[in-house]
DNA sequence: CCTTAACCGAGACGGTACGTCCAGTCTTATA
DNA sequence: TATAAGACTGGACGTACCGTCTCGGTTAAGG
């Protein structure tokens, strides 16, 4: 895989950390405008062309300390629960807990940046955005084929955009907390909202940018 | 009203509104990160200390020209028409264009903003979320209060964070678009969580209460 | 002399009188080159318009306030006794003690601006240096001509350069005072200088820009 | 020496030299007041920090010029010939040169600025002033020590006074030249009013601000 | 008496230099 | 070869003053 012989002087794994944590831990306290790759560098202290040599902007170190923190939390995004709806709503609360204590700034941050950066809306969505609305959907999906959802009035995709919309919507506009609450709440709501026995509409919902792998299931 | 003698040179308009217009143009055109006070100042033609000497922070420049856009458009967030559905709708429908086409690119880079600095999220919420929220959950309530809707098994507050919770999903992650059709298919998921006759046990957890033939609200 | 009929409200000594003493104050005080017009139009208690209106730039109030500052004093150029050398001291003293006392930042200053304004520069000869020069040349030159001195060794313009020389170079380097005591060293020099018998060798003058009317007195 | 073990990138000579000579080509093109740090980078092709990170204001940049000016020429201040006469003339010449070609503009707005700046004031007195009314105070009290010249009726101070005091008043008031002939003209005048046998009044001069280093030795 | 024109204060206007900070790049010595 | 250190060019920051411009209000001479 590596091909190259790896000579020199071997990458400093303790700078690698001290990086990812300081950038972090700066984005969270005096968020993610006030972040400059001076301070994350000055921070961790490590030379600035340290920082540079590893990761050409703020963007991609947050990004990659998010990505190190996943792979750290070894977070299940699947609950293998039989119960759907516990899942679910085991699935929002460790989504919200997480976004709450350690990721929100920065993820706000870079999706704000992310509106005239397609590459980095695309790399947002491949490894932060994008599976986490697949592993809902694919819950309600379960439901679904279990039968004790139905997406007849609401298509999963809207189903999921309510979820996820309530929770970006909170944490940018604080009006309300995000918390195990919310996560319940929402619980609730959407098995109303796909209860068995609502009126099929069947519209086909357009496909996503990233297309899911979960099957649309049928609108039968 | 105004008792101070006005003396000394009077403000200029022409000035106010180059850099109001500026400001809105540039953050959407290149995003709110790369917005700065120069440049706004060089597009509008206009020193920078004018800018300075009205308008502390590129954030005030835009919040000034949020308002403004909305004085100038006399949106009407009251539709006043006797069907509720309708109205939330056409709510709806007004929100996503004008944040689509005009502000979404400032809204967004506020926001970001605003995660630390609490007096300039308490003004975003004064001026551009709160008033749109309560627009929608009062036309949510007087369906209550006509009986066409009931708050039973979800607050409107939490049917309010759906609606615009989805918009500012979709509008930070682009994942789908926020359109027309977005606002007729909130509207009737709307009618379905809000369905008369849902068992109002408010926030416990869900029962398995058996619930009528929900009307499909048939957009067809 | 003046022609126009004079009409409308006619001009403010009060604010005259503001705006020079403040000029001269605030240079004193805080240096030629921390002098603004603005801070001289706030001191005056004067409109900044006001200001310009009448002096297009802080030299010309300087060198107006200067030349006010000279009438008022309606200092005596030629002290008229008959003793030469008393007549000079004197006007040393007055002069060490006007420069060192009110106006020394101001000209210092205004010569260094001079240096790359002919204008200007040709403004400060006319009306500080100049007169200066020619009155103290003129001492000299009845000296001569009643006997008590002599041009021989060398000329009496190098006389003037002496006296004046040695005030300026000791104001801005400071190496020593401008007093008194500094006008009697000073003459008893120009005595022993400009002493008849002396040697002549004859170099004729080369004539200054303003060439002051003192007749060279051939070398014989 | 050099203690610290030099870490980082080293300084570059070559921006240093662009600024050095920047700013002394600008000030004598444009003069002192002209003269900005901005135009100063600009000028040498270097960033605005660069200069800022050396030298904190102009003044500081024009001191390091002259003092660089003067290492590079390498100046004999000790002109070491025998003849005092022909030293004291050669050294006033070298100076007139100089001073007149080069420094002459930035001497004095540095002078003028150093009215209301003592440290700047004390800092030109001990590289550019001092150094040169001492080197001549020497040539003249070692004319004193060999019997060519006698402090009598005036003291040396005073002598050097009248010689770089004619410099300076005609730098500023441009009535006349500062040359090879002033030079001379000067040194003749500095012969007849140090001549022995001039009646030795013994003032005893006041010690002066740098104190040369000695007593004039006996007035033989 | 009553225009009326020039004066006056205040202060906003477009510009420009200030001195600071950070972005990214580079060049050194050291590990 | 990676690293910490730090100097490099470049550019935005927010401030201060420049010189110009418009206001409302004042003040005396001339009709």
Redesign the pocket.
């Known amino acids: 895989m590596n091909d190259t012989p790896a000579?020199?002087?071997?990458?400093?794994e303790t700078?690698?950390r001290a990086v990812l944590d300081a950038a972090l831990e700066l984005c969270q306290s005096d968020g993610y405008q006030q972040l400059?790759?001076?301070?994350i560098a000055e921070t961790a202290?490590?030379?600035?062309?340290?920082v540079?040599?590893?990761w050409p902007?703020?963007q991609d170190v947050l990004i990659d300390a998010l990505r190190d923190l996943a792979l750290r939390k070894a977070e299940r995004l699947d609950p293998e629960t039989g119960d759907t709806l516990r899942d679910v709503r085991t699935l929002l609360d460790a989504t919200f807990t997480l976004t709450t204590a350690l990721t929100g700034n920065a993820l706000i941050g870079l999706m704000a940046e992310a509106q005239h950066d397609p590459e980095l809306s695309h790399r947002l969505q491949s490894t932060v955005i994008g599976p986490r609305r697949q592993a809902l959907r694919a819950l309600l999906a379960r439901g679904v084929a279990e039968g004790s959802l139905s997406d007849g009035t609401v298509s999963l995709d809207l189903a999921v955009d309510f979820a996820f919309g309530t929770m970006w919507y909170r944490l940018i506009s604080r009006h309300a907390p995000v918390d195990s609450r919310l996560a319940e709440q929402i619980t609730t709501a959407l098995t109303t909202l796909l209860r068995p026995g609502g009126t099929a509409q069947a519209e086909p919902e357009p496909g996503t940018a990233e297309a899911p792998e979960g099957r649309p299931v049928g609108t039968a």
């Open positions: 000579r020199g002087r071997p990458r400093s700078a690698r400059t790759m001076k301070g202290g490590v030379g600035r062309q340290t540079y040599r590893w902007a703020k």
